[in-house]
């Protein structure tokens, strides 16, 4: 079943998700078709070949219809499959064998068990949209906009050595190597400019004096990875 995308909550507002709206206009579509079923084979207005309790007798009709929640929990919990797939299994046995066996069980027990069933799939639609979902989704928000470790590789010239080795040094690079926590990634290759110059010193030269300026980081060919 096509699943309804759900909007990201404001602040800390709760609103219950589309989704999990969307499945319970289903359970109550299935109630509601069984009603005007019963209603249908009564003769006039009151209750006389049925009563209003078998209104609620659609445990089997409510698992079939949670069977979209299923798979959706089958793909987002793969480590709790075999626990999933027996549940919905013991879920459909006792619901068909309430429903094929009604007269051999009290009326209480006939409605009791349709309705565990009703608020058992009615709890986990909710648990599943409104707080697995909303928590996964605020986890993937809070890493997307958060500060990241990345891995930087920054190329960088010490003017010192290649005025002690001469022009023949040429434009070769040295690299330095260095992770930084940031926002995104040019941010990370301004601390790792940051950084290098900091730790690396230039050659020690006794022709000319060195400074922290001989250090030329080259952060717009530095090759960045979030490692995190």
Request: hydrophobic letters at 45%.
């Amino acid at each position: 079943m096509a699943m309804i995308p759900a909007p990201s909550g404001a602040g800390g507002t709760f609103i219950i998700s589309p989704n999990t709206l969307y499945y319970i206009t289903l359970y109550a579509v299935v109630i509601v078709v069984h009603l005007f079923k019963l209603r249908k084979e009564e003769a006039g207005k009151k209750w006389e070949k049925h009563n209003w309790k078998e209104i609620f007798h659609v445990g089997l009709e409510i698992v079939y219809t949670a069977s979209g929640l299923v798979v959706l929990l089958i793909a987002d919990l793969p480590e709790y499959i075999p626990f999933i797939v027996m549940a919905y299994v013991f879920l459909v046995f006792v619901s068909s064998q309430i429903q094929s066996m009604e007269e051999r069980f009290s009326d209480n027990v006939v409605f009791g068990t349709h309705i565990f069933i009703l608020i058992f799939v009615l709890a986990i639609t909710f648990l599943y949209f409104d707080v697995i979902q909303r928590s996964a989704k605020s986890e993937l928000l809070a890493r997307s906009i958060g500060p990241h470790h990345y891995k930087v590789l920054m190329p960088y010239q010490d003017l010192a050595l290649r005025d002690h080795i001469g022009v023949g040094f040429g434009a070769r690079r040295l690299v330095f190597s260095t992770e930084v926590v940031a926002k995104n990634e040019l941010e990370a290759r301004q601390n790792a400019s940051k950084e290098l110059n900091e730790k690396v010193l230039p050659y020690e030269s006794k022709r000319r004096k060195t400074s922290s300026a001989d250090i030329v980081a080259i952060p717009e060919e530095a090759l960045v990875r979030q490692i995190d």
